[in-house]
């Protein structure tokens, strides 16, 4: 991926946006700028389920479990605070 695209996508602000290109960047095993990414968007929505779970999986990819177990659990505890405000929209 080129500096120019890099840019592109960083500058997306609604993290719908950047799920696939983060999917993608895992799939790849592009853990570093995968988690720069998340991290950048959890700033904008701490908590976020969907995000935590993704740095939770690079994080574990970069061989950091114990991170790992700790955003996924963060994550769990979110949607389980958030489900049932979510069901009632």
Do not use: C, F
Not at 15 to 30: G, H, K, M, N, S
Not at 61 to 69: D, F, K, L, N, Y
């Amino acid at each position: 991926m080129g500096a120019g695209a890099w840019r592109d996508i960083v500058a997306m602000d609604d993290y719908r946006t950047i799920l696939p290109v983060i999917d993608r960047l895992l799939a790849w095993r592009e853990n570093e700028r995968a988690s720069e990414l998340l991290e950048k968007y959890l700033r904008r929505n701490p908590g976020h389920p969907e995000l935590l779970r993704r740095l939770g999986r690079a994080r574990l990819a970069q061989g950091r479990p114990r991170e790992a177990a700790a955003l996924l659990e963060q994550a769990v505890r979110h949607d389980r605070i958030m489900g049932p405000l979510r069901s009632e929209v």
